[in-house]
Nanobody, 115 residues
């Protein structure tokens, strides 16, 4: 049974930082394209960043490029999203995703950027 468990969300002031974690069980993160998506109230879910399974190349949405970093720790079977210089428009539920043939989703973690 595949499980993706996100953690690390919370309330942060504008300009602050958070690190999200996604720990997988039932699959090996290095064998999947691992992604972070987010969904703000009233908006569609959007891709934030992904890391491919071979080579570990990364890609980012233009809105987060230069501020967010996705990484993977194969030994811990965990994917991270380091978020710096957070803005109120980054407020959303953040979801971890594993994609190979099937797509698996975590339950999401709330990130709120507000003063």
């Amino acid at each position: 049974q595949v499980q993706l468990v996100e953690s690390g969300g919370g309330l942060v002031q504008p300009g602050g930082s958070l690190t999200l974690s996604c720990t997988a069980s039932g699959l090996t993160v290095s064998n999947y394209r691992m992604s972070w998506y987010r969904q703000a109230p009233g908006k569609e879910r959007e891709l934030v960043a992904h890391i491919i399974r071979l080579g570990g190349s990364t890609n980012y949405a233009d809105s987060v490029k230069g501020r967010f970093t996705i990484s993977r720790d194969n030994a811990k079977n965990t994917v991270y999203l380091q978020m710096n210089s957070l803005k109120p428009e980054d407020t959303a539920v953040y979801y971890c995703n594993a994609d190979l043939i099937y797509m698996y989703w975590g339950q999401g973690t709330q990130v709120t950027v507000s003063s």
